[in-house]
């Protein structure tokens, strides 16, 4: 035998091993040459009459990680074929449940998707309880679902309630757990040998038959004619609701899962198997897995590695971090550093007020104390590693400033001068500024090459984006660190090239404008913010007028010295809206909405008369507004050279507009509507709204050299 | 030809728990009951009965198969007897008088035995699952319950929770008074045991005493399931609600009861031959299917579909029978078409007196023409919001 990734070997007692060892890989990952070595490697072993039993084992630290992501993404055969390599795939452990020897999965380590899945094909699974060993099937989170029998061996062993929310929720449980559930049957610890664990499990017990291969074999609380007791129709029935609710209907895969598990559960596992596939098919071929795959997987997972760093710079580590303004964004640049360990000085301009910062984190962590996700001890720990301070000479042992004071340029450049005093030549100075050009603000420092921006987001404990704003004379070497740092912390960086708004800021503001101008051409204020939400945006633009506060926006506007006319005439109204009308947002409890103490927010009623409502609307052009506006500003961004890529358009969507993400992010949606209609509305827009929704000329042509292909990735 | 009703009898509502007082009276003891009586107080020649048609909603358990089959079996009516099940959800008791007239306006039948039952304390609603609910094609970003639909619709069209707890109130003291006054009496039959004995004799689901004050009490009954599930699909399809008002509660739906009603439906001649003399004429049906969602607005094109098909007009209509399942819903329609409340559900509704989901339709239709025997006025409609979307209605007019 001729096997690169799968070794095989029999022992004296007749027990055949198969084990999975991928070559020129960390982890054994499944992929059409590893998956057909693995079945070639199996049925040797089920033909020879020597052996008496098998056991599939990995030679890595962990099991099997689960499939080849990029090769779904880049799965360019027949929806037959594709169906015909799932039922292959399901003949090969059908066989191998069937074939009369006991099968047992030696899971060492993470079985993940895939992984999971050839465990559940076999008869017996023993897990190493290892800390960081877990078995789950997650393929939901990436915009797929189990595609090689998990929908349907999960039912048969877990039932459907428990299939669905591990499935959805893309669960991954600890070994513990899996033995609770019933999904391994025996733990060891990581020293146990657990291939000997298995070979014994053969010698002294050996079963070799399913329980779904059991002619009395029901599918557990889902008997015959799906839903005849009480209580798996409700069941049912909240799934598909809670479904619904937490996409909006947008990502087929949910659907498609929850279909699989509900016409699967009233058939025989073979019949079973096939309907997963038949879904599974119509999921892979849909353009919302292909962008939530691209997107998620390989974009955003690029950008997290940091693979955007300019070449030929040194990883540079990070021990001690300043952070100057102890506000909100201050105090969460300090959680984070804290968090990935890296020591903080929070700085303000008295230690109580840097105490309060500190709070902030304290009042955090103790959330998480209540729901049993952290201990006292770490709390303590993680404090321990923040130093309140109100002098300046604490900042001189740090290696990264983190300037997060008020947006106030003259302070900004005041504290720039002062720190700069003290801290080494070598030390990178960051503006967390979110408004003010960082070329503008390095002009008050005397090492501009060692200025950048990072541009955190609200609340950065939990936004993964960080723009890192590159100013006119920001060096190289100084960007190279600050990707280096972003990543250190765990957190996702996206290049942008200086610029007012720079990039998130500025897109973000024609998602709010277009909805502010539909309010005061008469769409009512419900619609703009329900077909916000329903098209996958988190929030609407008027709810979120509200959070930064209208007169902020004002502010921002009245600064900004290239508005368009229709942004002349939106600032306009923003001054009638904040002077006639007095609304001003949230924190007077008086915007767009009304904030009653103790209930929820509720429009404004007046609205209706002031803009009074249009006879009727069109759901699809609104929602087709509020995306277009943004899309076509991004692209600007990228003709520009704000960014330098697609991808950080994309990315920098997703995670900082929220944006959403079964689009692919603000460049792919181009290519999600379809080049060519996205041209033909954008002129339909233009002409009814003006000249935001006209396409630059570059745009224009790469739509037109795309033909019927896509604009900007191949996949 | 035309079809004409020469009967109508319903057992008293029990309250559909487990407790109720016809909780131990199966549905097929229920149907037999009222098969009896009209075999004895029409003094009737069952030989001459086609067809046994019952609307029945939860069709599973004892009510499976075919309940009505059963039903004519236990009735000694006789081996001739062929019957029926259907299910056209909460107005299938109003489909069995309109298929059967249908029928025997075609002159394909002479005389039916039509209603419906519903014991809700013995198979209990829902029990039965449905695609509806749990299938994907089906349900996913589909699906919601009655109770969301009835706070949509109160929402979409300014209800208050004061407004339809009014209209509560009301119910119950008109059930209250018309039962306290004999009205009920009859079409009523007492549902007795193996001896005899009464087990039930008058509907036991009304509360006279109610008031604005104690309904005021009551949480509505669909917010939490709203907000955790369901309430993002109406809005998703009715973008123009910012958040849907439930105020819909017990106290305000329809009561969940046992009980059956039919109605004996035979052609002019079969009632000569029989020497009974006719009560009313069965002047038209009408049903239909509306969005699936709001779901409950299908009265109203039922409505009017079953007016225009008669050539008559809503102000022609002396009295109207709008069943209650949720308040909201007999209150759009008396919006709708400018009807005074004082001939709608004159002696009150479902909301005091119960809806007995496949019963309901022909005892609604039974009430109405009892008042207008009690009135001497001429027409009444009857009228039934539907699950999935649907409206079902139906024109009597008095000889």
Known sequence: MNNKHIKYSIDTDGIAIVTWDVADSPVNIMNEVTMAEFFLTVNLAISDDAVKGIIIASAKKDFIVGGDLKWFLNYDKSKEECFDMLMQTNTYLRKMETCGKPVVAAINGLALGGGCEIALACHYRIMSSYPKSYIGLVECSVGLFPGAGGTQRFLRMLGSQKTIEYITKSKKLTAEQALKDGLVDEICSPEDDIVMLAKNWIITKGSSEQPWDNKRFKVPGTPLGVGQTSGVTEFFSVSNAMGYKSTHGNLPHIKNVLSAIYYGAACHIDKGLEIEARYFVDTLFSKETKNIIRASFIFINDAARGKSKPKGYDRVSFKKVGVIGAGMMGAGIAYVNAKAGIDVVLKDVSVSKAENGKGYIKTQEQKKLENGYTTEAKIEALLQKIKASDSDADLTSCDLIIEAVFENEKLKNTITIETEKVIDEAVIYASNTSTIPISQLAKASVRPDKFIGLHFFSPVEKMQLVEVIVGKETSEGTLAAAIDYVTAIGKVPIIVNDGRGFFTSRVFGKFINEGITMLTEGVPPAVIENVAKKIGMPVGPLAISDEINLKLMLAIMSEDPNLTPHEIDLRRTLVTIIETHGRTGKKEGKGFYDYPINEKKSIWKEWSKIYPPQASYDEEEVGRRLLFAMVIDAYKCLDSGVLQEPKDADVGSILGLGFPIHTGGVMSYIDYVGAKEFALYSAKLEAKYGERFKIPESLQERIKSAGTGRVFYEN | ?399
């Open chain 2, 1 to 399: 030809m035309e079809a004409y009703i020469y009967d109508s009898v319903r057992t008293p509502r029990g309250i559909g728990k487990g407790n109720g007082s016809l909780a131990p009276v199966s549905p097929v003891q229920l149907l037999t009951t009222l098969l009896t009586a009209l075999k004895e107080r029409n003094d009737l020649d069952t030989s001459l009965v086609e067809d046994l048609i019952v609307g029945c909603v939860t069709q599973v358990g004892e009510q499976g198969g075919n309940i009505a089959k059963v039903a004519a079996q236990c009735s000694n009516y006789g081996d001739h007897l062929s019957a029926v099940s259907l299910n056209r959800y909460c107005a299938s008791g109003l489909e069995a008088i309109n298929q059967a007239a249908a029928m025997i306006k075609s002159g394909w039948s002479e005389l039916i035995i039509a209603g419906g039952v519903e014991s809700m304390s013995r198979v209990p609603m829902g029990i039965d699952g449905s695609a509806w609910l749990m299938e994907p094609d089906a349900a996913f970003g589909h699906f919601v319950p009655q109770g969301i639909s009835a706070d949509l619709i109160a929402t979409k069209y300014g209800y208050s929770r004061n407004d339809v707890d009014g209209f509560a109130v009301n119910s119950q003291k008109r059930a209250a008074f018309a039962q306290q006054n004999g009205f009920f009496d009859k079409s009523i039959i007492p549902v007795t045991d193996i001896n005899g004995l009464v087990h039930l004799a008058k509907d036991e689901y009304i509360r006279a005493n109610t008031t604005l004050e104690i309904l005021s009490k009551l949480s509505p009954a669909f917010e939490k399931m709203g907000e955790q599930l369901f309430d993002q699909i109406a809005i998703d399809r009715y973008l123009e609600i910012e958040k849907i008002n439930h105020i819909h509660h017990a106290g305000n739906s329809s009561g969940l009861v046992d009980g059956a009603s039919l109605m004996l439906i035979g052609s002019k001649e079969v009632g000569e031959k029989l020497g009974l003399k006719p009560r009313a004429i069965i002047r038209m049906g009408a049903v239909l299917g509306s969005e699936p969602l709001i779901m409950l607005e299908g009265p109203i094109p039922a409505t009017t579909k079953a007016l225009r098909n008669a050539k008559m007009k809503a102000s022609d209509i002396d009295v109207f029978e709008v069943n209650e399942a949720f308040a909201v819903v007999p209150m759009r329609v008396m919006d709708h078409f400018n009807i005074d409340h004082s001939i709608v559900n004159v002696n009150g509704g479902a909301i005091a007196m119960g809806h007995p989901l496949g019963a309901t339709g022909c005892m609604i239709l039974g009430t109405a023409l009892d008042e207008l025997e009690r009135q001497n006025k001429s027409a009444a409609l009857a009228t039934l919001c539907v699950g999935g979307g649907m409206g079902i209605a139906t024109i009597i007019e008095r000889i």
